[in-house]
């Protein structure tokens, strides 16, 4: 599908933009072209951690140019692994013939919740692990009781220091675990433990994101015995070794979600190229209800502005529920939508706090509480300096600022760096006018 001759984005972004701290954009144009969607970050980084569970050779394609990518590579390196990573061909390829370290440095961990995919991996292959508590993005309470919770069940002693966790098992065994809530990546950090457990391990209500499913293929790949994945039930047989794998990354869901909505907020029209039709169906049905138009080719989407713009209500919610990567963003839309709009956020505690940012831009949108927000479009927006919380309110700022007249000053962009590549390439290649400091 073909709409329209554009200059491809350079896909790698290195350089001068790594220091800037600030984008520009002038919006008003609307989005038009063709954009081919890269690898879904939130799949490489549980792919990569699970190269800790073999002494193989592991190499990943498709792998997403990111700032969350190279803390991975870092941390992977610490613990003992081999890691070449070539930006310019989107490869990582893992070693980890030993493990030599089994504490995962605070200084990583703390800058990325991922950084505790690490922790079932080893604990499964060395039957030792401590690693301090997460940090990452702020979006209310983030916890990991449900994967210490799962390392308990599968016979781990479980140490909770001040701010850290250590966790032995001479081996880890199969165990019915039912998860309080389907944390995504509880489940994949469970997942990894079990396949090197010794006897059957059962997983109830497990999380079902895409990207679980395409780890679990993974791990079957290496020798893992899995069944019930893409659904809330998961059983592992375990097994004793797992063999290296070479796999290529499913595109970003979340990334071709940014670019939709982007492309229907600014009343515009894209081909979306490389993306999968199932994982963007929560998406479609709501640009669908809000008057957009979605069609699809085997592995391509194109996304329409349609004449008007409704109101519609969003509710956040696990796979395949809308998801909660993708409200905010949504929420721009929302301020071009006839009527009064909602969106419920009913995944994390405290992920509406972008909506004051975007009043700065004259959206009129009331915070009803942590969880619910209410807009009232039509609005005008008008170009302001607003400032990035997390990754996906920063794109949403970034999007805000493509449909507001006037120039807007986006900063602590570092945010937006961690999950998306080359963001200001890939929207200067639609048409929009969009630049770093
Ligand atoms: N939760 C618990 N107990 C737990 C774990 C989680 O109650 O032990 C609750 C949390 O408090 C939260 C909710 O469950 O309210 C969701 O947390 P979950 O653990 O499912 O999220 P996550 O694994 O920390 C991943 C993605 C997020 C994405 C969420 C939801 C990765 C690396 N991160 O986070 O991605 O928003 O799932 O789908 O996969 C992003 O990419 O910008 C991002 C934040």
């Not at 061909?89 to 504490?103: G, K, S």
């Not at 059962?202 to 395409?214: G, K, L």
């Not at 949403?396 to 963001?423: M, T």
């Amino acid at each position: 599908m073909q709409i329209a001759e554009r200059p491809t984005s350079a896909t790698i972004e290195h350089g001068l933009s790594a220091s800037a701290t600030r984008i520009i954009t002038e919006g008003g144009t609307p989005l038009r072209g063709n954009l081919r969607i890269g690898g879904a970050k939130n799949a490489a980084l549980p792919m990569m951690a699970a190269a800790l569970l073999t002494d193989e050779p592991c190499t990943l394609e498709n792998v997403p140019i990111l700032a969350d990518i190279y803390v991975m590579v870092d941390l992977l390196r610490r613990l003992g692994a081999d890691v070449e990573f070539t930006p310019e061909l989107h490869r990582v390829r893992i070693h980890a013939r030993d493990i030599t370290e089994r504490t995962a440095p605070a200084d990583l961990v703390e800058r990325m919740r991922a950084s505790f995919l690490v922790s079932g991996p080893i604990l499964a292959r060395t039957g030792e692990m401590t690693s301090p508590a997460p940090g990452g993005c702020k979006l209310g309470s983030r916890p990991v009781d449900v994967d210490v919770r799962g390392f308990k069940r599968m016979g781990a002693n479980v140490f909770v220091g001040d701010g850290f966790y250590k966790m032995t098992a001479s081996r880890l065994e199969g165990a019915e675990i039912y998860m309080d809530y389907p944390s995504h990546t509880g489940t994949e950090n469970l997942l990894m433990a079990a396949t090197l457990s010794r006897g059957v391990t059962t997983i109830v209500n497990a999380a079902a994101e895409p990207e679980i499913d395409a780890l679990g293929k993974m791990l079957i790949e290496m020798g893992a015995k899995i069944e019930g994945l893409g659904t809330p039930y998961l059983r592992i047989t375990g097994v004793e070794r797992l063999h290296g794998f070479h796999t290529s990354i499913l595109p970003d869901r979340l990334e071709a979600g940014t670019f939709a909505i982007g492309a229907v907020a600014t009343g515009g029209e894209i081909v979306l190229e490389n993306v999968n039709q199932r994982d963007m169906l929560p998406l479609t049905y709501k640009l669908r209800e809000a008057g957009a138009e979605v069609w699809w080719g085997d592995s391509d989407m194109l996304v329409r502005a349609g004449k008007t713009l409704d109101s519609v209500e969003v509710q956040a919610l696990p796979f395949p529920g809308f998801p909660t990567d993708l409200q905010a963003a949504f929420a721009v839309l929302l301020t071009q939508a006839n009527g009064v709009s909602r969106i419920y956020e009913r995944v994390f505690n405290d992920r509406l706090r972008y909506v004051d940012e975007l009043a700065k831009m004259g959206a009129r949108v009331q915070l009803v509480n942590n969880q619910e927000a209410r807009f009232t479009g039509p609005t005008p927006l008008h170009g302001a300096d607003v400032t990035a919380l997390d990754i996906r309110s920063g794109a949403c700022l970034i999007l805000a600022g493509l449909v507001a007249s006037g120039e807007s000053r986006i900063s602590e962009i570092k945010h937006v760096r961690r999950g998306y590549e080359d963001i200001v390439g890939k929207f200067a290649s639609l048409g929009a006018s969009i630049r770093y400091e």
